[in-house]
């Protein structure tokens, strides 16, 4: 659908008959709002009327630093090299050769630099400011993050010895106990996206085009990452905990109240109705 007739729609039908009209599109079938069955249905519903205040403060990746220091400690979160409005007065000579920069209140924005002397600030700057003026989350109904100041960061870049991005645990937690573990593997390369039970029990399906037929190991750490994602998700109703496993160490990613705005489809599709007895 061109971008000009999503806004067009967004703007003039409303968002609950935008919303069935997107959702329809993506997952192939039209969604019940006020009866959902399927795990997308709930996720559409929650975002729709039931996302709670504290998803603007928790969906913002410098204001929910602060939370997580109080909830498991300042050792769990990414180095930090600064935060702020602009890039402007930044000291790149005072960064590390490989860095990435992130804005802080949407999935997209994120610029990986691994040579800085090579790096062009000015497209850099151009490409950040670009994202941070756009009202991220109005055309997927995810309106919290419009309350959400805009601001960038830059953090360590996370990689093996290797040079690979390590693999993303993503924990869906339902009033702080979680039920479900999707993985993301192999993100800029061979891209699998794996889910899993509470116990690592291998489900079989996948999410959208992305394959699924790997499996990976339990990690020796996924107790403690699944208890550092209880802990964050205690008393709220249903969000979903990003972790990583990082040379031996676990560094938290982001908290996420309405996973692909609750528009990917799982496959086979059958199992987004088994899903939703989850929640």
């Given at each position: 659908?061109?971008?000009?007739?999503i806004k067009f729609l967004?703007?003039?039908?409303?968002?609950?008959?935008?919303?069935?009209?997107?959702?329809?599109?993506?997952?192939?079938?039209?969604?019940?709002?006020?009866?959902?069955?399927?795990?997308?249905?709930?996720?559409?519903?929650?975002?729709?009327?039931?996302?709670?205040?504290?998803?603007?403060?928790?969906?913002?990746?410098?204001?929910?630093?602060?939370?997580?220091?109080?909830?498991?400690?300042?050792?769990?979160?990414?180095?930090?090299?600064?935060?702020?409005?602009?890039?402007?007065?930044?000291?790149?000579?005072?960064?590390?050769?490989?860095?990435?920069?992130?804005?802080?209140?949407?999935?997209?924005?994120?610029?990986?630099?691994?040579?800085?002397s090579k790096a062009n600030?000015?497209?850099?700057?151009?490409?950040?400011?670009?994202?941070?003026?756009?009202?991220?989350?109005?055309?997927?109904?995810?309106?919290?993050?419009?309350?959400?100041?805009?601001?960038?960061?830059?953090?360590?870049?996370?990689?093996?010895?290797?040079?690979?991005?390590?693999?993303?645990?993503?924990?869906?937690?339902?009033?702080?106990?979680?039920?479900?573990?999707?993985?993301?593997?192999?993100?800029?390369?061979?891209?699998?996206?794996?889910?899993?039970?509470?116990?690592?029990?291998?489900?079989?399906?996948?999410?959208?085009?992305?394959?699924?037929a790997a499996d990976l190991?339990?990690?020796?750490?996924?107790?403690?990452?699944?208890?550092?994602?209880?802990?964050?998700?205690?008393?709220?109703?249903?969000?979903?905990?990003?972790?990583?496993?990082?040379?031996?160490?676990?560094?938290?990613?982001?908290?996420?109240?309405?996973?692909?705005?609750?528009?990917?489809?799982?496959?086979?599709?059958?199992?987004?109705?088994?899903?939703?007895?989850?929640?």
């Amino acid at each position: 659908m061109k971008s000009f007739l999503i806004k067009f729609l967004r703007n003039t039908v409303g968002a609950v008959t935008y919303e069935k009209i997107r959702a329809r599109q993506y997952l192939g079938y039209w969604p019940n709002i006020h009866e959902p069955k399927t795990l997308n249905e709930k996720i559409i519903q929650a975002k729709l009327f039931r996302i709670p205040s504290s998803a603007v403060m928790l969906s913002d990746k410098v204001a929910v630093r602060d939370f997580v220091k109080g909830i498991i400690g300042e050792n769990y979160l990414n180095k930090l090299y600064f935060s702020g409005d602009s890039l402007t007065g930044v000291d790149f000579s005072a960064l590390p050769e490989k860095f990435i920069i992130k804005a802080n209140n949407g999935c997209e924005g994120n610029i990986i630099i691994r040579e800085k002397s090579k790096a062009n600030i000015q497209d850099i700057d151009h490409s950040i400011n670009h994202f941070l003026s756009k009202s991220f989350g109005y055309l997927t109904n995810e309106i919290w993050y419009l309350d959400i100041k805009p601001q960038i960061l830059i953090e360590e870049l996370m990689e093996d010895e290797k040079g690979n991005i390590p693999d993303d645990y993503k924990f869906f937690c339902f009033n702080g106990v979680c039920k479900m573990i999707q993985v993301n593997k192999d993100r800029f390369s061979n891209h699998n996206i794996l889910f899993y039970d509470e116990e690592w029990n291998k489900f079989p399906f996948g999410l959208s085009h992305y394959p699924y037929a790997a499996d990976l190991s339990k990690p020796e750490n996924f107790d403690e990452m699944k208890n550092i994602a209880e802990k964050l998700s205690k008393n709220i109703e249903f969000v979903r905990v990003d972790l990583y496993s990082y040379n031996k160490t676990i560094k938290f990613g982001e908290m996420t109240f309405a996973p692909n705005a609750g528009w990917k489809p799982f496959t086979p599709n059958k199992y987004d109705l088994i899903l939703g007895s989850l929640w």
